[in-house]
Every structure is written in structure tokens, then in C-alpha cells.
């Protein structure tokens, strides 16, 4: 029979719209985990790419084995993310930190309906939802893999029928899963009816699958084909009336479902009257076919396939009806039993597991810890090393109780002497040897000393960082007192929190250390004639030592034989405790509490209980070995008096034991300090290199904030600069306004230190300044005449200097308004007066020009420099040489003009449209200021420049802000 199944196969769900991970996962992760984001940049993009490969947005996905693939994967990816991150996952936020991470995942319905107010798309930010939707893309995708197939070859008979069976598992658990994560169901394709009905549908493709492979496969009874055939015309009629609720399927399927019903039950009947006729029942054959002709006959009304076999059946039955009237002549039954069905196909396997390593793939964020999971294990961290602490602590204890105690019998030395009393003992000869392999006295020497620089480095690094940090803040907050509501910029001490904490954990770090740095000195010192000692020669030493006297008596061989076996016993208890320490470490190193915390089905603090009760058994192991230590050390004890009574001596020979117990007692104590001492300076390296990488991120940090600043303060400066008189009141015209905005902007050290700090980047007062001039001119008579050309008085007197006249405010008084003073000159340092206070006037002949001549800042020192100081305010002179008025002195290096800094003439004012530099005789002034003062010679030189520095020397800019003012 040739027969051309038509399978039905679930639409896709289409997610148009990107969902972009890759912002949100590193805001969290730099602002929550306090980690580097682009240690997880490559991990984040695949699973961005990986989110978009399966949206369907840019193309279809595959129907193969390849596309079902990477849905699991991005589910088991999803799910696994969901631990480690917090996604919204429908519940609302108490608050606590981390908030959820919000999504927009938006997609389209499978089932679309129309109408003018059809809503095909939803969108959900839980993350549920995005599970949901892909499982049920998964379920989809396998009946288009199934629909694929040929079904001309076992191959993809099975897999036809692997694919829609595992699509109705994936619908049965997507119901499911549905009622349990939502009340409310987010998209009718995921409703439960629905759900249902797609399970059942699959359900009857699967099992017709294994009908095929019965009709075309190896030869199968007749009566086993019915019970396949029987079974998929239920499923199919199970799966028709279920698709019937839902219109839209009921539109698209119903039809062809209603008639595959009917298909397979002809069939069924087709292959139970060949079944009859094997058995010989001829009459019941005829009833079977023509049940079936009528069947097939109704089927094909709506199916091909059924529409063509109705001939084949038709010539089926009348051969079969002419023999039994002919030949066979039994009895046709008008009733006929009903075909029992044959099921083989499996739609509620186990629970779906996406997140195996085989489905899902090696975990991309495997290495972060969630905030809560993270406080958790911190917590069971905190208890577990305090459990190990106070288990080694109480074996190592032991350890120097019992070293203390033999060192008060003089054990082992006193063996060692007895056997040889004239002799070093080969025990410290041995112990001499490791010693000089570890480096003796010297190596351990050159440690000790190292330790308090390896120290004072990282606390000075740390230190300095905060102090960078207090720096930056103070300037912010000086400067947001000063601007108010326009310094919008975040505040520094909300930037700086974390590198800030993290500085003063780096302190306590270094404070406990320098305690344990006090520990390890106090070892030192205390062993430190024993390890210059351990550090000689044999000869050396045994010249050293006691000499034995001669009315020394030897112990008996069975008195020391008894003594040797007890030691001998505490030296392996001793092992014992070493090893038993070391398996804690080991223990603890295998010890991952993450993964139960993320899988945990009870509450925390059980986990933790659980957790811990894997250190039962060592901690017994210590209770047991202590005992054993105890009653070891109480048989030394015995022993040894026994020794001590067999043998008489005293004096020089209880000294020598004495000293060789020492000896042997300290160069255990050598290989302690000297681990000590190694671990203590690969700490403080290891911490220098952090300290340094904050030290850097904290100079990023201001030079960033540096930047915002500079760019702050220029926005400020133009809003000023654009704001009317009128604005401030009209006690200013509008040039003023501009020179009391840059007088903000050049009062702030851009970079600097907080404005009225001292500036370390300023050279030093020179001591040999020349002072105020005493006989500074008076004051001019105040004309109240009106200026030339209709110019406010402000403006007309500004070009040549005072007296000013008018309303308009005197630069060279002091202001009530700092931000109405004018800027100084940039010669001008943090520690000189402020521009615009000037000397007191005095009475000075109108000739005699104020002193003008700031002394340049000189690398020499100041007793190479000739240096004094005319009468009567005149310029001073070096070497006894006068200086020019208008050029530099003689011999004298000339500096060129700084930018910004007022053109000054010979008698003292500022030039008026003039093009020379009078600190440097014919030298060209700046190119700029000049082309600004020949737009613009109404307006002041000192505003000018103040504008052009502004303006950061951009000519054109500094013209169109200008233009502005002007208008």
C-alpha cells in the first residue's frame, strides 16, 4: 500500500523584539557583585546570540535535531541564569537588595485571531514567561522535525515518531508548568486546554508513525496492524474533539482530524478482515470490508489519501462477498465486536531537565554567586572556619603543651647526652643540617627585617588612595556650596562609597596583619640565640656546649629503651595531629555550599546544618587523638622519673642536657617562624598589587571626575554668560556677568586642590618679592561726566584702568559678590591676594608706576640670585643693574607672556589695543586676545581673556558667546 501521511505540525512562536541582556547584566554586576564586567563580556554575548538565534526574529528556526538543540540550550542557559541573577520572576519587591532585573520579552500568539481588536503579541517582564514561551517553541519545532520527515525508511519512521512523541511530553509538562508559575494565563497558546489539546494531537501523529512502520517495515500479523490502526483513529478522534474547543484549530485542523479518525478506523477493519479470513471466518471478513468501504468512503470526502484507497477496498469486498455467497456460505453478523487498540506511545515521561550538561552545555555563568546566595555562604563560611579554627587550635595546643613539658624534663636531650656524653648529639646534627637547608639564621634574618617596608608600602598605597578620595570629595563639596542647584553632577561622596570601603578594609586587613607581624617578632626574639647557634658549624657548636664532668653516671639501656618507645609514640601522635590539621584544609577546600544553596528545595539555615555535618567525623578524630596525646604524655612522665632515678650527675651536665633540649626544641620553632615569615611577605606582595590596582582605579576615578568638573564649570560659565543683566538684578551690565562667570571658573582648579586649599602644584613664595608699594598714587577726583559714544561708565573706563566711575563695580575694589569678582591673572597663585584687592592707596607721585614686575619662578636658589630694592616704588634691579621700565632688565632671561595673564604697559595700565608684550620688548602678544580686542575694543582685556580662557583658546566660540553678550 503506498500511502502519503499528512501530519499536522504546531506553528511557531515569533519574538520580534530584541531583548538586549548585555546593559542590564553589567550594571549589575559592577554595581551588586562589585566585579569587572568584562570578565563576563564573552559569557554574556553568547548568551545574547544565543537568545537571538532562537527568537525566530531574523530567520526561521531549523527543523532539525540541531534547532531543537539550541532551544534546550537556551533554556537550560535561562534557568541555570535565573539562579545566579535576579530576574523578575512575578513577585513583587520588598525592597531588598538586589532589585529584580527587568526584561521586556515580547512575543507573538501561535494562534493568532483577527479583528480590529485582536491582540496577536504579549510581553511579560517575568521571566516565566520567556521560560514558557520557549518550551512551547520546543514542543513545536519537534512536530515540524517530525512533519519533515519522509516515512519511507525505519530511520525517520523513528524519528517521526521520537519527535512527536517527546513534542506531547513537552505540552502535557508546558500545562503543567503553567498552572503552577501563573495564575493567570499570560497567552492563549499556553493555556491549559489548549496545551491539552496539542499533547493529544501529537500523541495520535506518534502513534500513526508506528502504524506506518507496521505497514511497510518487517511483515506483522494482521490482527496487530488492526490494534495499531484501531488505536491511532481513538487518538485521532480523542485529539479532534479536544482541538474543537479552540476555534482557531478547529478552523485549521478540524476537518482533517475528523477525517483521519475515520481513516484509521477503515483501516483498522481493512486489515481485522484479513485477520477473519486467516481463522476462516468468511462471514465476519465480508463484514469487516464493508464496514471499511463505508468508512473510507466518508473519510475521503475530506482527506486524499482516504479518497484513494476506496477503490482498493471496494474490490477488496465484492471478492470477498462473491466467494463467501459462492464458496464459503457462512453467515454475515450484522453486529461486529468492537477492535480493541494497541498503544505504544508514551506522553507523560519524567519531569523535563533542561539544565543537564549534556542538554544545556558547560553553565556560562557558573563563576557568579548571587547576592543572597552569596550572604548565605558567607555566613556558613564564617561558621565552618570557626569550627575549624577551634579544632586546630586545640590540636596545636596540644602540640606545645607537650613540647613544653619535655622541654621541663629535658627530653630528648637528656637521652642524646646520656648515650653520648662527650659528643654533639647526631639529633642535632640533623637538625642543624635542615636548618642550613632552609637558609640558616641569615635568610631568616633578611625576612624579619623586610616585613615592616613590604608593610609601610601597602599601608602608604592605601593610604594615599584615601586621601585621593577625601581630596575629590572636599573639592565637590566646595564646589556645590558655592554653584547650589547648578552643580548637578552626583555627589562624590555617593561615587566614591565602594572604593572608599574598600580602602578601609584594606586598612583593617593591614591592622590585623601588623598583629600577627607582633606574633611572628615575638617568636623571633625569643628563638633567635638558638638559630644563630643551629646556624654554625657542628665543631662550633659541640665547643659551645657544657662540658660533661666525669662524675657523670650513665642511665640503664632498659630505663632509656623505656623512655625512647614513649617518645617515640608522642612523635607519632604529633604526625597524627599534623595530618589531621591538614585534612580540615583539604576538607575545606572541596567544600562548595553554592551549589545546595542554589538547588536547596528547604530553608538556609538547614543547608548549613546539613553542610557542616560533614566535619563530624574529624572533629571525633581530634576528641579521640587528644586522649590518646594525654595518657601518652602521663607514660612519658613515668618513665622519665624512672630514668632520672637510674642515673646520678648534676651541674655541667644538667646544663648541657638543658641546652641540647633547647636546641632541639627551637629548631622546630626555626621552620615555623621561617613559614611564617614567608607566608607574611608573599601576603603583603600579593597585597601590594591590590593596593596598587585601587590606587589606580581611584586616579581614574578623579581624573574622571576631574573631566566632569571641567566640563560642569563651562556649562556654567555659558549659562551665566547668556543670562541678562537684568537677571542679576542690574547691578551689573553684562560684561560684568561674564567676568564674574569666569571669575568662578578660574578660582577652581581644574584638577587641582578644593578651592582656598593650598596649591601643590603652585611654585613657592618667593622671599624676595617685592612689597606693596607704599606710595601708590592716590585716587583720581570721580568724574561724573558721561562717556564717549553713549558707553555705560563700566565699559568706557575698564580700557584705561581706574578711577572707575558710575554705577558700575570697581575691579580693584573688593566685592560683597564673589561671583561678580572679576578672574585674576593667571600668573596669580592660590596663596597671593585675590585680583581685584589691591594695595592701600597711598600718596605716590602720578609718574611713579606701581610695582608690576613678579619675579619668575627660578630653579637656583635664592642666594644666587642678586637681588635689590630701589626707593620710591621704582622696579627693582639685580646684580646692581636698573631695569627698564617696559622690558625685562638687562642680562635678565625673558619669559614669555602666560596665557591669560593682562597685558600690562610701562606706566602700569593695561594697553588699549595694542599688540606688544611688555615684559618682553618686541615679542608679539597673544594672536587670539589681540584678534578679540580689534572685534570687540569696547569690551575690557581682562574679560576678553577671561571669555577666551572660557572658551579653552577657541577663537570662534569665544566670538559667538561674545556676539551674545553684546545683544
Partial sequence: MSYTPEFV???????????????PFATYIADELKEDPAKYSDSVGEFQSLRDSISGSSRPLDASESGVSQIKKYIGQL???????PFHAGQKWNGVHPAPMMFDFKWNDAFPTSGVFSKNDNSSSNVNFEILCNVFNLGALLSHVGCAQSMRDDKSIKTAHASFQEAACIFNALAEMTRELFTTVPSPDVDGTTLDALAKLMVAQAQESIWIKSTTGAPMRDSVIAKLAAQASADYGIAARATAQNAIMQKKWGKTLAAKELFFKAEAHFRQAAAEAENSRYGHQVAHLVLAVDVMTQAGRDLPAAKARVSSLTRASATATSENRDVYLKPIPKELEPIEGKAVVKSSDPALDFESSDTRGPELFASVVPVSTSRTKI?????????IKENVHRLRESTMTTVARLNEWNLPGAIDVSENPNELPQSVIDKMQEVAQLGGVAKIESLHQALPGLREEVTDAIEDSIAMIDREQEEDETLRAKHGARWTRTPSAEKNAGMRSEGQKYLAVLANAKDSDGKITKQYDNGHVAFAMLSKTPAEVSAALPTPTSSAQSASTAGIAALKEKLALLDALRAQRDNLEGAFEEQKK??????????ASSDEATVIKEQLQQYAPLQAQVDDILKQTNAALNAVEVANQAFVNSRAGGGANAERERVVSDLLAKSADFTEVLGNLNEGSKFYKQLAELAEKHRTKVKDFCSTRRDEKASLLSDITTEIASTSAEDYGGAADSQAAVAAAAAAMATTSVGGPPVGAANPYQPAANPYQPAANPYQAAAEPENHSAPPGGMSPSVSQGLHGPPFQGGGANPYQPSSNPAQAPPPAMHQGYNNPPYGQAPPVQHQPQYAPPQQYQQPYQSGPP???????????????????????????????QYPQQYGQPMQASHGHTVYGGNMNPYNSGAPMNPALAQLQDMFPAIPTTTLDSVLHSCNGDVNQAINKLLTISS
Avoid: C, W
Avoid at 505540525?9 to 515569533?14: A, C, G
Fill in 9 to 23: 505540525e504546531v506553528p511557531l512562536k515569533v519574538s520580534k523584539k530584541a531583548v538586549d541582556f548585555k546593559g
Fill in 79 to 85: 534557568k541555570s541564569a535565573t539562579r545566579r541573577f
Fill in 379 to 387: 555566613e556558613y563560611d564564617s561558621k565552618r572556619d570557626e569550627m
Fill in 590 to 599: 572541596n567544600d562548595n555550599i553554592v551549589a545546595k544553596l542554589l538547588n
Fill in 863 to 893: 642666594h644666587q640670585q642678586q637681588y635689590s630694592q630701589p626707593p620710591y616704588g621704582g622696579p627693582p634691579t639685580y646684580g646692581g643693574t636698573p631695569a627698564y621700565q617696559g622690558a625685562p632688565p638687562g642680562g635678565q632671561p
